[in-house]
């Protein structure tokens, strides 16, 4: 890890890779050194403030590369936030032609993930997601969308996310949740903060030939009100 000084109150921590920025995340947040205030965690960095009047970015960076950095439980096992989808999404056949599978198999393999919030960026409250199948790696669209409307459940590299608000966006939109993830009246405003477990539950209304890996008659589960527990980049 580097630490870089940020003005009078924060440091950039840059990280081997994105793996090691979560494990840091989660170490400051669980067992904050002294002094430490506002942790943003990106892709593969971590913006820590603190207090001057506590400590000092040397004492603060000698305390943050002391920290035992531990791996995160299964996104499996933590307390998860399900977001029912329709797939029914513009780029669903176009993800499908990319990656060789049908939609139905495209749906499948979203809605099999655990996900689990790396970051949050781009705009307020757009959460990435890590944990994506890799065959569901596909890239950005060549032309952004100048209007996301919000609700889009898109993929884009090695994430997936859901846009809390409408705007542009240049991910690929599988489908579509009713389910509010952005409220500027709660608190938090949103329910996918870094470390939340998240799931995708696929409900009437899309999925192509059904979201089996055989492409038959899919596999649905309803979910009427999901969203249950705690619930930098582009978009």
Do not use: K
């Amino acid at each position: 890890m580097r630490v870089l000084r940020c003005g009078s109150d924060a440091v950039l921590i840059e990280t081997e890779d994105a793996e090691q920025a979560q494990r840091l995340h989660a170490a400051l947040r669980d067992t904050p050194p002294v002094g430490v205030g506002e942790l943003v965690p990106a892709a593969r960095t971590v913006l820590v403030h603190y207090d001057p009047a506590a400590t000092d970015w040397q004492r603060l960076r000698a305390a943050v590369t002391a920290l035992p950095l531990r791996a995160a439980p299964p996104a499996e096992a933590a307390e998860t936030v399900l977001i029912p989808v329709r797939y029914d999404g513009p780029d669903l056949a176009e993800v499908a032609r990319l990656t060789g599978l049908t939609p139905g198999q495209v749906v499948a393999r979203h809605t099999a993930g655990h996900y689990r919030v790396a970051f949050c960026g781009f705009a307020p409250g757009f959460a990435y997601l890590i944990g994506l199948d890799p065959r569901l790696r596909v890239p950005r669209r060549a032309e952004p969308r100048t209007r996301v409307p919000t609700g889009a459940v898109a993929v884009a590299d090695e994430y997936t996310g859901v846009y809390p608000r409408t705007s542009p966006g240049g991910w690929q939109l599988l489908g579509t949740t009713d389910l509010p993830l952005w409220d500027t009246t709660a608190d938090p405003p949103t329910r996918l903060r870094p470390g939340t477990a998240v799931r995708f539950v696929a409900v009437d209304g899309g999925g192509g030939d059904g979201g089996r890996e055989d492409g038959g008659g899919g596999d649905r589960r309803e979910e009427g009100d999901a969203g249950e527990g705690e619930g930098g980049g582009h978009g």
